[in-house]
């Protein structure tokens, strides 16, 4: 099992760049495959992207294909989210979450951290 904890949120305008943080605790860090999710206020929570145990797949949600990139370092327990080009649409809570190597199941979560676009 892994404690995740998420960092970066904050306020930036249309256009703007921001950067999210995930630390995880533990040394099997490598064994999980990570995702960022996001949910914004009425929404169902929607997967961002997710990167493979050594970080060299990436996968993203077509609303953020192009803009947004996740990259992980596993020396330092941490997978970062780079936003770029945002938009008042991406205006949510965004959320770690990592899930054992091979299996489908979600099973770790971070708290969240408000990430708000402003137009």
């Known amino acids: 099992q892994v404690q995740l904890v998420e960092s970066g949120g904050g306020l930036v305008q249309a256009g703007g760049s921001l950067s999210l943080s995930c630390a995880a605790s533990?040394?099997?860090?490598?064994?999980?495959?990570m995702g960022w999710f996001r949910q914004a206020p009425g929404k169902e929570r929607e997967l961002v992207g997710t990167?493979?145990?050594?970080?060299?797949?990436?996968n993203y949600a077509d609303p953020v294909k192009g803009r947004f990139t996740i990259s992980r370092d596993n020396a330092k327990n941490t997978v970062y989210l780079q936003m770029n080009s945002l938009k008042p649409e991406d205006t949510a809570v965004y959320y770690c979450?990592?899930?054992?190597?091979?299996?489908?199941?979600?099973?770790?979560w971070g708290q969240g951290t408000q990430v708000t676009v402003s137009s």
């Open positions: 533990g040394r099997t860090f490598s064994r999980y495959t």
């Open positions: 990167i493979n145990w050594n970080g060299d797949t990436t």
């Open positions: 979450a990592a899930r054992v190597r091979s299996t489908l199941r979600w099973t770790n």
